[in-house]
């Protein structure tokens, strides 16, 4: 082989890595960008300094939010005072929380456990303490047809919620 065939082989290799890498990447932006359909959504409100959440059912929480084991959530994510970063680093999850704007983000909790929430931008003098727990609960078993959103209410109001609507 001469010089010139070594060196288009190389170049064709380079852009041959350069597709795959780009195709990935574009793949993973896709897939981040498009939550399932059936998602619940869970707004997220932080403020100096701590952390609300409401479920689609209008149940909210303070300081801890419940979720269950396998099923997609939306964040809908807002500040009600000054910029604060919505962090759960087990989850990979931190977006933005800004006043007047709703950031969306998705996650699919896979492990039941208790997770660190935390605010991942400087927001004044008790930003540090500005934290929350997630409790990521196993779906319930139960037999037949019955979806997880009709869980017994005594079970429901078993979970340590804070404000009811
Ligand atoms: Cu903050």
């Known amino acids: ?4 065939t070594v060196e288009w082989v190389y170049v064709g290799v380079v852009v041959a890595l350069l597709i795959y890498i780009g195709a990935s990447a574009w793949d993973v932006e896709r897939f981040l960008d498009h939550p399932p359909k059936d998602a619940k959504v869970v707004k997220v409100t932080g403020q100096q300094w701590f952390w ?8 909210k929480e303070l300081g801890e939010l419940h979720l269950v084991k396998g099923v997609p959530y939306v964040f809908e994510i807002t500040s009600r005072d000054v910029n604060h970063s919505f962090n759960i680093p087990d989850l990979t999850v931190l977006m933005d929380a800004v006043p007047g704007r709703i950031n969306h983000m998705w996650v699919m909790p896979d492990a ?4 660190l929430i935390q605010c991942r931008e400087y927001c004044g003098f008790s930003h540090y303490q500005m934290r929350a727990k997630l409790f990521v609960e196993e779906a319930i078993p139960v037999s ?15 979970k340590p919620v804070i404000a009811n609507n």
């Open 52 to 59: 609300t959440f409401e479920h689609e059912d209008g149940k």
């Open 112 to 115: 039941s456990g208790e997770y």
């Open 144 to 158: 037949g047809e019955t979806e997880v959103s009709n869980i017994p209410v005594s079970v429901q109001e078993a």
């Open 1 to 4: 082989m001469g010089h010139s």
